[in-house]
């Protein structure tokens, strides 16, 4: 509930930014501007706009009302820290957006703390204001969830009106959504998502720290909840089927929530997320048909038939819905629908298809995109036809089960288009009979509508006794515990991985070590047991490369789903602190020749530093031949390392672009000598210099 | 690693060390407080942790009776965990300096103590370049592989003239990579190339095409009538290329230059390369060939002692033991040692002048060249 203006506001109070040039209604740029948060998801401070832009007040007071965003937080001071309202003290404000001010309080009668939403004593004469915060009382009043933020009470108090709810004291997912993309624009991998946001290096930071690793089920500490961007996949479905789990209950209880969106979904200090905010929720018998042009949500993550708003059904499969877009912009960092304004944005929600997950993020499980996918399906009839459904996908691909859902074959993709571009497919009916001849072809020669033969790997439930050990390890490694137990703790482990190599399990073994992997660098063990760790690691680690190359080169997983899922593993080994694993991962990768691994492996070589794992990578992108590899290779002329640089040469070499020449042209001026000269002799040798 | 770091099945257990130092250890004469010990750090199920030992006592057996150090032992299992206990172990019990670890795997943990404890350690046989870069207390006294990959880079362009070489790179060891960066590096500079790299693991069981496959490589900048691949380069251990000479079938595998760095002594691989590929050099630590001196006097004691010839080992034990001795002072603490480590100039070891400089390396430390002919010839070139 933090209000976040955008970032290119801050002319003075009043004014344009233009002083001094001719008068220019600026109120185009401020609804632009206003529509931008919207989609955003975050909350607007409609009071510290209307202070600043008190001439256009009127019309601003306007918009908030038709978008939705009441303009209930301009009336009426914040309450300080220590003053008392009814039987609560407050604390201090921990949030303010449309709908009011929440305070941390603490109810002196219980002596518990709570969360204090305050009505703005003006806006208590917006009775519509007023409904809601009694709606959301009333609403989650039939609910108890340890996954629902639970309302103690409302009242009406003199010329306030507030809400007594559960305390939560993290961020919600908007505001961690923020964290990961700041985080990803800085090229950080690791991402602090609970407390203060740090800008530093978290794994620098989170030595002497004890943390929640990357897989849920982690116990509780105090310190932190920390994300690896290049891994949280897993956390991702589990936050989902946590907020699956809370709208089931919802649901059973004949309660829609309709503003299902990351600021509404809370995550709690034990990692797990509470669902929050049911003042726009409505009882299903209370539903019917809405009202034409009665809009109500938040735009960017409406359901088409909320966007519609033209007399059709909104049920529980618009939840649903709005759950998945939120699922995709925590996996993507991108919302599916962006457009210049709101209307634009309902509009792309009606009629375009979003681009699929793994496009933006292409280390996105192929099983959780497949789910994802199938929550934002357009048509209601082929989303999930129940929360309880999508909870039990989500934890099914958490558990490494085959999921329900189906990735849509080319010729529902076809359809898809088809029925999205009517005029054009009239205008050519021949070209699209052929396609779909096409595509029928092809999908009766590659098995895409019979049932997935997905290698199922062993379960790996969030209580398994192997997780169970490695954050008993961990808990202890931070504990200080005697040199010979932990030593004994730390073999135990290597021992069980080395187990689970010699099983063969190879996806169970990559989760283990992914988990430790971030564990390793961020917690706060001593370096000499890391260094133990990652030593006795390393060989089990060049064992899982070896035989998740042999498993992907012999055809052992038998579906494409099943090859990316081996190949994911090794991609993700790709960036492992060793150099000697990350050789060996480059160097399966380049002998698999998968043009898929192209954008893992030039993203392995982005966020690298060390010499000897960025020029394995290198060597290991000539082998693959892929000419999309040129230009980044090509860019490497500014690298700093001659090693870097040489090997970037000789991979441009090997992949022989059209313009040779062009693209080694950078190299004509290097610092070295002898690089110079490889140039030119393989130019002269080519006959082409 | 280098060389020895691997513990193989074969569990040689002695109990010939413990029984002598104790022996030692009782004979010393002591008045007043018990002077600190030097610590050694065997990995005493290693094949070669026999000749590990017999290195060592030849050194301080040739020490004056009189003001002889006491040692205490503690086996390291040639793990990292054994390296880290047992060093531990030892400076518990009032170690000063400490002479081992030996691998590269182990160095690098035992650093991390040593770092923390205070006490300096000289590895005789971690080659790795990281065992020093890491830690402020490891030394060595032998040379680093990045100088035998520069010395055999810098052989083969300008002694064999050679500039295209292919790659085979052992991918399950550290040691490996760090070879194979260095080579193409150095190769590069001398205006060489390599022009096919293929990464093996030593237990494949189809390796036998290896060789095959390289010769087949075509390099499109190498004139049509002559061989893309003049050379191989075997960043791993000789010993790793016996199953690809065995099964290469193809003829320009004849006119292949093996080269490579250490673990080329195995009876196997020596008979096996004369006559299948043009030449095979390999680096060493030490030659009893060599016309020297110090190593002939070295090499007729062990003898007399021993019964056999010594190996790489032994010197390197005995060269590690006695640069150790030369600075221990019973009154000096591990900070006070590792200065006056850091401080030996131009130590005379038989497996080459040791300086060692502030980061605990052996500056400018002598490679031995060794070429494989058929059995019963010399096999000493030079020292690189």
Known sequence: MMIEP????????????????????PLPRVLRELSAVIDSGRRIDTAEYLQRYPDLSPRLKEFFKTQGVDGLSTDGPALPPGSTLDDYRVIGEIGRGGMGYVYEAEQLSLKRHVALKVLPSGALRNQKAVDRFRREATAVARLSHPRIVAVHGFAQSGNSAY????LVAGLDLAAIVDRLRSARTHGRRFVLISGPDRDGDIA?????????????????????????????????????????DALRHAHAHGIIHRDIKPSNLLLGADGRIKLSDFGLAKSVKDLSLTKTGDFVGSPAYVSPEQAASRRKKVDERSDIYSLGVTLYEFLTLHQPFAGKDVADVLRKIITTDPPPPSRLNPRIPRDLETIVVKA???????????????????????????????????????????????????????????????????????????????????????????????????????????????????????????????????????????????QIQLSSMAAVDAKLLQSTLRSIKVGAVRALHLAVESGQAQTASGERQLLGAIERLLGDADPLVCKNAAY????????????????????????SGRRAIIAALARLDQQGAVPYLAELVEDPEP???YAALEALLSLDPVDLELTLGGFADDGELWIRDRRERALAARGRD | MPARGRAPAIVARRAVLPLWIAVVSTLLPGCGAEPPPIGVLLPKSAVWGREAEQGLRLAYDELPEEGRPVLREADSGGTTQGAIDGFQMLVRSGATVVLGPFSTDTCIGTGVVADDLRVPFVSPSATAAVVTRDSDYALRVCYSDDEVARGLAAFATEDLELTRVALLVDLSRTYALGLAECFTDELARRHGRIVAEIGFWPDDEDLGDTLDRLVAVVDPETPKDEASVQAVFVAGFGRDIVPMLRGATDKRVEALVLLGADGWNGAELRQLIPGRVAAAYHTSHFSIEEQDPAVAR???????RYGEAPSDMAALVYDAARVIFSVYDPR?????????????RRFGGVTGEIDLDFSGEPVGKSIVLEQIHDPGQPGFVRRL
């Open chain 1, 204 to 244: 620098e930071w989170a030595r002497g720290h004890r943390l929640i690793g990357t897989m849920p089920g982690d116990p509780h500490t105090e310190d932190g909840v920390v994300i690896d961007l290049r891994n949280y996949a897993h956390m991702a479905a589990a936050f989902g089927a946590d907020a699956a």
């Open chain 1, 6 to 25: 955008p970032d290119d506001t801050t002319m003075p109070p009043g004014g344009s930014g233009q002083a001094g040039t001719p008068a220019e209604d």
């Open chain 1, 376 to 518: 934002i399906e357009k048509d209601p009839a082929k989303r999930y036809q129940s929360a309880e459904e999508f909870g039990d996908d989500l934890r099914r691909f958490l558990n490494y089960e085959p999921i329900t859902a189906r990735p849509l074959g080319p010729l529902g993709r076809l359809a898809r288009s088809v029925r999205r571009n009517r005029v054009a497919w009239r205008a050519s009916v021949l070209g699209a009979a052929v396609m779909l001849a096409v595509a029928l072809v092809l999908a009766s020669t590659t098995n895409v509508f019979g049932a997935r033969q997905v290698q199922t790997p062993p379960e790996l439930v969030l209580d398994d006794p192997m997780q169970s050990a490695l954050i008993a390890l961990f808990n202890d490694l931070a504990a200080g515990i005697p040199d010979k137990e932990r030593y004994q703790r730390i073999f135990a482990v290597t021992e069980q991985a080395q187990a689970t190599l010699h099983e063969g399990d190879l996806v169970k073994l990559d989760a283990m070590l992914a988990s430790l992997d971030a």
């Open chain 2, 332 to 344: 000096a603490d591990g900070v006070m040692l590792r200065t006056r480590l850091r401080s030996v």
């Open chain 1, 588 to 611: 399966a990768l380049g002998d698999l020749g998968r043009p898929s691994s192209l954008g893992a492996m030039l993203d392995a070589l982005a966020h690298r530093s060390d010499v």
């Open chain 2, 298 to 304: 070295f090499d007729a004691a062990y003898r007399a």
């Open chain 1, 643 to 645: 090693a870097v640089r």
């Open chain 1, 163 to 166: 809400l007594s709810m559960e």
